[in-house]
């Protein structure tokens, strides 16, 4: 079964304003990974976030975790057009296995 | 990025014929995985190599088998399609077994 799930399933924002999604898991984990996927390509990695960690930057990108209650968040800030893809966390629960969510849909409206 | 190649891309197949994908790296990644994803169920693994000849199962192994026998190189392929094999295939590699993976582009399937 699936170690993560996001929510919400689906987003939509204006150009500019600040998209948020949030990752709940299961079990302790090592390390939690956020992906983008455009439609029809492959998953590219964003930003992984280690269980000792508890919040991470990486340009426009934000992520938290909190692993007392299982759970991470992903903030893009002042989005773009550009930005409109699916997002996926990915839970690596020590066995070298990446479970992942079924994801979030963004759309970013001009 | 990683150089990671999957083949073929599109396939359409006929229920009970044997298929296989392909997934090509040239990083010299120990780990590799094959992943399937459907709508409403994100990702799932299938299975996993942690070296040459070195494989396990995932969450979502039956009727599928893999093979590595050399790093760049993870073979999956069903065994005797099915129409719920129909799917979009993924490949990923990573140099270490805790960090990020490096996908491949897909391989649409469909079993007809």
């Known amino acids: 079964s699936q170690q993560g799930e996001e929510d919400p399933q689906a987003l939509s924002i204006q150009e500019g304003e600040n998209a948020t999604m949030n990752c709940s898991y299961k079990?302790?984990?090592?390390?939690l990974q956020w992906y983008r996927q455009n439609s029809g390509r492959g998953l590219v990695h964003l930003i992984l976030i280690r269980s000792n960690e508890r919040e991470k930057h990486s340009g426009r990108l934000r992520v938290t975790l909190d692993t007392s209650k299982k759970s991470s968040s992903l903030l893009i800030t002042a989005s773009r057009a550009a930005d409109t893809a699916s997002y996926f966390c990915a839970t690596d629960a020590r066995d070298y296995k990446l479970s992942f969510g079924a994801g979030t849909t963004v759309t970013v409206r001009a | 990025d990683a150089g990671i190649t999957q083949s073929p891309r599109h396939k359409v197949t006929e229920t009970g014929t044997p298929v296989t994908l392909r997934c090509h790296q040239t990083?010299?990644?120990?780990?590799m995985y094959w992943y399937r994803q459907d709508p409403g169920h994100g990702l799932r693994l299938i299975h996993y190599?942690?070296?040459?000849?070195?494989?396990d199962k995932g969450e979502v192994s039956d009727g599928y088998s893999v093979s590595r026998s050399k790093t760049e190189d993870f073979l999956l392929t069903l065994e005797s399609a099915t129409s719920s094999q129909t799917s979009v295939y993924f490949c990923?590699?990573?140099?270490?077994?805790?960090?990020?993976?490096?996908f491949g582009s897909g391989t649409q399937l469909s079993v007809l």
């Open positions: 990083e010299n990644h120990r780990y």
């Open positions: 990923a590699s990573t140099p270490g077994g805790d960090e990020k993976l490096f």
């Open positions: 079990t302790s984990i090592n390390n």
């Open positions: 190599s942690y070296g040459v000849k070195d494989t």
